[in-house]
T-cell receptor
Framework: DTEVTQTPKHLVMGMTNKKSLKCEQH?????MYWYKQKAKKPPELMFV???????INESVPSRFSPECPNSSLLNLHLHALQPEDSALYLC???????????????????FGPGTRLTVL | KQEVTQIPAALSVPEGENLVLNCSFT??????LQWFRQDPGKGLTSLLL???SQREQTSGRLNASLDKSSGRSTLYIAASQPGDSATYLC??????????WGAGTKLIIKP
């Protein structure tokens, strides 16, 4: 199973709402990522979790709050978003395994289909 | 700071033609160079990964090459088909294990 799943597929929310995005993988990967992608632009890295610990936070506003409850799940909690936060939110995972020595050169990221978020 | 550039930004070719997409990077200290495909409004699909010690990788009609000394990678697509129409992105993994992305090439294959 080389699949990363994301729910919901689409989300429309007002600026005062609280919502969550969910990502799941069952490939035994130990690194999980959140990216934001605007139309006709490449993905922008937001957060990286390695072994369920937040390892990278790319200066993302606090209205985005990530959570990694276990090695298979990654959530992104949203609160008081702005219209400019409307984008495709992509989750990815990669092996990043320390067992047998981490080999970054061979570490491919597997992406989910994304959640299309619209903030009104 | 690593910068990745893709040329051209868009390409339209007739079905059946062979084509080359280009990717250049400014810092040769990379762990790998990856090519992804993205269909409109969808997630990214990994196509090929070339480790820094490798020169090329092949998968079906796709062949990717890497020349670290010149800071270039190419994606060669043989016998193009309308189903190959998509945006193709390259990304270089830097010394912090992060992917640095190009802006992508939008490919249209005309039947």
């Amino acid at each position: 199973d080389t699949e990363v799943t994301q729910t919901p597929k689409h989300l429309v929310m007002g600026m005062t709402n609280k919502k969550s995005l969910k990502c799941e993988q069952h490939m035994g990967h130990r690194a999980m990522y959140w990216y934001k992608q605007k139309a006709k632009k490449p993905p922008e890295l937001m957060f990286v979790y390695s072994y369920e610990k937040l390892s990278i936070n790319e200066s993302v506003p606090s209205r985005f709050s990530p959570e990694c409850p276990n090695s298979s799940l990654l959530n992104l909690h949203l609160h008081a978003l702005q219209p400019e936060d409307s984008a495709l939110y992509l989750c990815a995972s990669s092996t990043h395994s320390l067992a047998g020595g981490f080999q970054p050169g061979a570490d491919t990221q597997y992406f989910g289909p994304g959640t299309r978020l619209t903030v009104l | 700071k690593q910068e990745v550039t893709q040329i051209p930004a868009a390409l339209s070719v007739p079905e059946g033609e062979n084509l080359v997409l280009n990717c250049s990077f400014t810092d040769s200290a990379i762990y790998n160079l990856q090519w992804f495909r993205q269909d409109p409004g969808k997630g990214l699909t990994s196509l090929l990964l070339i480790q820094s010690s490798q020169r090329e990788q092949t998968s079906g009609r796709l062949n990717a090459s890497l020349d670290k000394s010149s800071g270039r990678s190419t994606l060669y697509i043989a016998a193009s088909q309308p189903g190959d129409s998509a945006t193709y992105l390259c990304a270089a993994m830097d010394s912090n294990y992060q992917l640095i992305w190009g802006a992508g090439t939008k490919l249209i294959i005309k039947p």
